[in-house]
């Protein structure tokens, strides 16, 4: 049975393809086939070019939804005997730091509360404090509540007491600025499925070159082993194990159409306006937004759950994706929230017919009262 309308994923990942990339994926390649491994290549040089990391860094791809990535960096680039610092606002740097714990390296943490940025000043005064610590792990855009972490000033911090400094940029690579020539790191991580809008399934980690040789024999798994994959691909052009062909077929597309649309400052300049008119057409519905405006990211957008007893999120969910809008959980430990991203191929009628859609589902769910009364 298929559905009467495709809905609009309003998700942080999976999100909306265009249908030019997910026509990409109508056709088989090998795995050897050289016109197969050139799409590779490309690929790896125009990620490269997003950070302008041309000349001091290599992309390094990965099967595997962006987790996996995250876990490659963390398992090749750290040594068994290092120390990670990992800044926690949310639920991505929790994963990150399980990643940590479940690999066996030593691990510390500041923590934060899910509404507040990670402080520069703090991961200064850790590094001072503690100098075996190794590592910085920091997560870009932490798309659990939304909040962006002010990545430029972090790295200088930790380029001044020469630790190695490791992104988790999943959620923001492409639509936020990463300059590799002014903001330093050993390591970026993002995936195909965000916002380079293609479809999800593989990830890359762009990776300092003098760092990555540093790296072989650390991984001590053998599938997520960066190093490995690294060498492979340069002296093969291929892929270490199968590729997922379709998925990298249709990132490379998906590629084509962020430069056609004029690269980073456009992809970011329309996610931007997505999350303003957003914030603006909740607003105005009496669905106050979770985060500070100086701390939201373009990226996903938390808001406070209608207070009235007859909201209840999968019924919402439900109501709003008859209309053809598909909502996200809130990703909160303590408050009743939920999400809606602002990233995917979708035209600029995305958002006010998404609010449309969440002012109908409230009417029909009787939901009258939405937020508290303001304070007088
Ligand atoms: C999406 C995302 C990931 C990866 O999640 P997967 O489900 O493994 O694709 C990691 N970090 C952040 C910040 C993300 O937004």
Same mark, same amino acid.
């Given at each position: ?27 088989? /390649?090998?795995? /050897? ?205 291929? /892929? ?30 329309r996610y931007a306006r997505n999350c303003?008119a957003l ?19 373009p ?43 602002c ?7 995305g958002i ?25």
């Amino acid at each position: 049975m298929s559905q009467a309308i495709t809905p609009i994923l309003l998700t942080p990942g999976p999100l909306t393809t265009s249908e030019r990339t997910r026509r990409a994926m109508l056709r088989d /390649w090998g795995s /050897w086939d050289a016109d197969f491994n050139q799409i590779t290549g490309r690929i790896r040089q125009r990620v490269l070019d997003i950070v302008h990391g041309q000349g001091t860094h290599e992309c390094v791809p990965m099967q595997g939804s962006g987790t996996f990535s995250v876990e490659a960096a963390i398992v090749t680039l750290v040594p068994r005997t290092g120390h990670v610092l990992v800044p926690n606002n949310g639920a991505y740097c929790a994963r990150l730091a399980r990643i940590c714990k479940v690999l066996g390296r030593r691990l510390t943490t500041i923590d934060y509360s899910e509404a507040q940025q990670v402080s520069p000043a703090d991961v200064d005064r850790a590094l001072a404090a503690d100098p075996s610590i190794t590592h910085v792990a920091l997560v870009h855009c932490e798309t659990g509540a939304g909040v962006l972490n002010p990545l430029h000033e972090v790295a200088q911090v930790v380029a001044r007491h020469g630790r190695g400094l490791i992104v988790d940029a999943m959620s923001s690579f492409g639509a936020i600025e990463i300059d590799a020539r002014k903001t330093p790191f050993d390591a970026v991580i993002a995936a195909s499925g965000k916002c380079l809008e293609g479809p999800p399934g593989m990830g890359f980690v762009i990776a300092r070159r003098s760092v990555l040789e540093q790296c072989e024999g650390n991984a001590h798994s053998l599938a997520l082993d960066l190093y490995d994959q690294w060498v492979y691909m340069q002296k093969t052009t291929q /892929w270490r194990f199968t590729p997922p062909t379709h998925i990298v077929a249709a990132l490379d597309e998906a590629m084509t159409q962020y430069i056609e649309e004029g690269g980073l400052p456009a992809r970011g300049g329309r996610y931007a306006r997505n999350c303003k008119a957003l914030i603006e057409g909740m607003r105005a519905l009496g669905l106050r937004s979770y985060l500070d405006e100086g701390l939201q990211a373009p990226i996903i957008v938390t808001f406070h759950a209608p207070v009235d007893p007859a909201y209840e999120f999968k019924a919402f969910y439900q109501e709003v994706k008859k209309r053809g809008y598909i909502l996200y959980p809130g990703k909160l430990t303590q408050l009743e929230t939920f999400r809606v991203g602002c990233i995917g191929h979708f035209g600029e009628a995305g958002i006010p017919g998404a609010v449309a859609a969440v002012a109908e589902a409230l009417k029909a769910m009787g939901v009258k009262q939405v937020s508290e009364p303001e304070m007088a």
